[in-house]
């Protein structure tokens, strides 16, 4: 499960959260990336990211990422824009969710691709 394009970090990130699999979803990041959280904050860092997606993967979600475009600089970074929806159990029932993220991807020194900066709720 390696991100070979800036693309398959967002798809990865999918199959990660449906699939309930926090190790998987917390390796798309660099150790230093962040993670914008729904007040604006940042959790930066693989123990600060997996505490803030542990909540997603703990709550069964379900997601669907559609990467509407891609903007590369040079061939090492990528600007991903990608419309997001979701559901979430909740005590009533499925909540549905929808954002529309931008996000810092970067090759890493392996050729593989992985999240500097998420920002699921950026525009």
Not at 59 to 80: H, P, S, Y
Not at 94 to 111: C, I, N, S
Request: aromatic fraction near 6%; glycine fraction near 10%; charge should be negative.
């Amino acid at each position: 499960m390696t991100p070979r394009t800036p693309e398959d970090c967002d798809a990865l990130f999918a199959r990660c959260v449906n699939g309930g699999d926090l190790d998987g979803l917390v390796s798309l990041y660099e150790p230093a990336a962040t993670l914008v959280q729904q007040d604006g904050s940042g959790a930066t860092g693989h123990d600060a990211i997996r505490q803030a997606l542990a909540p997603l993967v703990g709550a069964k979600a379900t997601i669907r990422m559609n990467v509407t475009r891609v903007i590369r600089a040079g061939d090492d970074l990528a600007v991903l824009y990608n419309d997001w929806t979701g559901t979430i159990a909740g005590p009533d029932g499925a909540v549905e969710m929808t954002g529309r993220a931008m996000e810092v991807v970067r090759r890493q020194p392996d050729g593989s691709w992985r999240f500097a900066v998420d920002d699921p709720w950026a525009r």
